[in-house]
C-alpha cells in the first residue's frame, strides 16, 4: 500500500511549516495528492453584539479573515508547487467549537492526516494545543504528527515500533505496512515484564515477511515512565519514525497508556505514526 491521498494542518504558526515540508516530501515519494488545509478559530461573539457591531468594523474584519486565507493559501501553494495539480488548499475557519468536526469531515476520506506538533514554549495556535491529539482520537485515520524541530528529508529509513500486543498498537502496525516495507531498519520494541517480549518476538517474526531487516528490542521498565523510555530509545538507535498506537482516557487501561499518548505527543522528536 502508499499513500495517495494526504490532508495537512495548516494553522499560521512555524510549526506547520515543518509539517507542510514533511507532508510535500511523504506526497513527492508516493506520487500523492495533497491537501493543504488552513484551519483557525475566530472568536465568537454573542449575536446582539454583532448586530450592533459598526459596518465599517464588519467589512475590516472580513478583510482580515479573507488576508489571512489568501496569505496561507499563496505560501502553501508556492511550498508545493512541485506538486503541480497534485497540490490543493482548503481555508476552515469557524468559531472553535465547530473546528473539531469541520476538519474531520474533510480529513476522513483521505488515506492520511499530517498535524503539527505544539510547541510547548510558544502560543498555541487558535485551534488549541490539543488539537492534534483529539484529531487522531476521532478520525479513524492514521495521523503523522510532526515535531516542532521538522522532520529529516525522506524521513521512514529507521522505523521503531512501540508494541505492546494490543488493539491499538496492532492496528498501528498494520497501517504503517507501507513504511514498514520501504525501511532500511525496523526495530519493534517492547517494555515491561510478563510476556511482552515473547509478543515482541512473535511480531518480528511475522514482519521479517514485509522486510528482512527487522529486529527486536526489549527493555525492562525499571519504573520509569514509558514514554520517557520510548524516547530515549529512539534517539539511541537513531530512529527517525515512530509507529504506535493511540489511547484514550475511557477505560482504566486506556487511562495509564492514555498519558505514554499525551507525553509522546508533547515530546516527540521524531514523526510519529499513530492510529485510534
Same mark, same amino acid.
Given at each position: 500500500m502508499t499513500w495517495k491521498s494526504l490532508i495537512v494542518e495548516i494553522n499560521e504558526t512555524a510549526s506547520d511549516e515543518k509539517a507542510v515540508a514533511a507532508a510535500i516530501d511523504l506526497a513527492n515519494r508516493n506520487e500523492a495528492h495533497l491537501v493543504g488545509c488552513l484551519v483557525a478559530a475566530e472568536v465568537s461573539m454573542p449575536g446582539y453584539l454583532a448586530r450592533e457591531l459598526p459596518e465599517e468594523l464588519a467589512q475590516r474584519h472580513n478583510a482580515d479573515v479573507k488576508e489571512v486565507i489568501e496569505r496561507a493559501k499563496?505560501?502553501?501553494?508556492?511550498? &508545493?508547487?512541485?506538486?503541480?495539480?497534485? &497540490?490543493?488548499f482548503k481555508s476552515l475557519i469557524a468559531e472553535s467549537g465547530d473546528l473539531l468536526p469541520e476538519f474531520l469531515a474533510l480529513a476522513r476520506p483521505q488515506d492520511m492526516a499530517i498535524m503539527a506538533q505544539r510547541d510547548a514554549y510558544k502560543s498555541a495556535p487558535s485551534s488549541g494545543r490539543d488539537f492534534p491529539e483529539?484529531?487522531?482520537? &476521532?478520525?479513524?485515520? !492514521?495521523?503523522?504528527?510532526? !515535531? #516542532?524541530?521538522?522532520? !529529516?528529508?525522506?524521513?521512514?529509513?529507521?522505523?521503531?515500533?512501540? #508494541?505492546?500486543?494490543?488493539r491499538e498498537s496492532i492496528r498501528a502496525v498494520s497501517d504503517a505496512t507501507a513504511f514498514i516495507e520501504g525501511a532500511d531498519e525496523v526495530t519493534v520494541l517492547t517494555i515491561g515484564d510478563g510476556d511482552r517480549a515473547q509478543m515482541g518476538k512473535a511480531l518480528v517474526e511475522a514482519l521479517k515477511h514485509h522486510n528482512p531487516n527487522v529486529k527486536g528490542d526489549h527493555l525492562p521498565s525499571n519504573h520509569q515512565p514509558i514514554a520517557s523510555i520510548i524516547l530515549s530509545r529512539l534517539a539511541d538507535l537513531g530512529s527517525d519514525l515512530l509507529v504506535m498506537g493511540c489511547y484514550g482516557r475511557s477505560r482504566l487501561r486506556e487511562l495509564i497508556l492514555g498519558g505514554v499518548t499525551r507525553e509522546i505527543f508533547h515530546s516527540a522528536t521524531v514523526p510519529v505514526f499513530m492510529t485510534h
Open positions: 499563496g505560501k502553501f501553494m508556492s511550498a &508545493a508547487a512541485a506538486l503541480g495539480e497534485r &497540490a490543493s483529539n484529531v487522531t482520537m &476521532a478520525l479513524g485515520r !492514521p495521523v503523522m504528527l510532526v !515535531p #516542532y524541530i521538522g522532520a !529529516p528529508e525522506g524521513f521512514g529509513k529507521h522505523v521503531m515500533i512501540a #508494541y505492546d500486543g494490543g
